[in-house]
């Protein structure tokens, strides 16, 4: 899935979490969260997303400041907020039914 395949519509704001991580998830650039297979989960490496996004000093255009925040466990909290939840076995994988 390719962020400029699915671009998000126009009245949705690009400053909002759920928009920040669509472009985040859709970044051929970002290797640390991607759709599964199937398109409905996303799959996180908690790891490499603190290197490549969280950090401080990541080269990403997705800066802490892009979701406020430096911390993995404030980040799941804003995932849980829009209706994520992790589904098993995957310990890396949140869902949210759309």
Same mark, same amino acid.
């Given at each position: 899935m390719d962020a400029g395949e699915n671009p998000l519509p126009d009245s949705i704001?690009?400053?909002t979490f759920p928009a920040? =991580?669509?472009r985040?998830?859709?970044s051929p650039a970002i290797k640390a969260i991607r759709w599964d /297979? =199937?398109?409905g989960v996303i799959v996180i490496d908690q790891q490499r997303f603190e290197r490549q996004?969280? /950090?401080p000093? /990541?080269?990403s255009p997705h800066s802490p400041?892009?979701?406020k925040t430096t911390n993995f466990s404030s980040f799941v909290r804003q995932l849980n907020l829009y209706g994520f939840r992790k589904v098993e076995p995957d310990p890396g994988c949140a869902y949210c039914p759309f």
């Open positions: 704001n690009p400053e920040k =991580l669509w985040l998830v859709n /297979s =199937l398109g996004v969280l /950090s000093g /990541s080269m400041n892009a979701f």
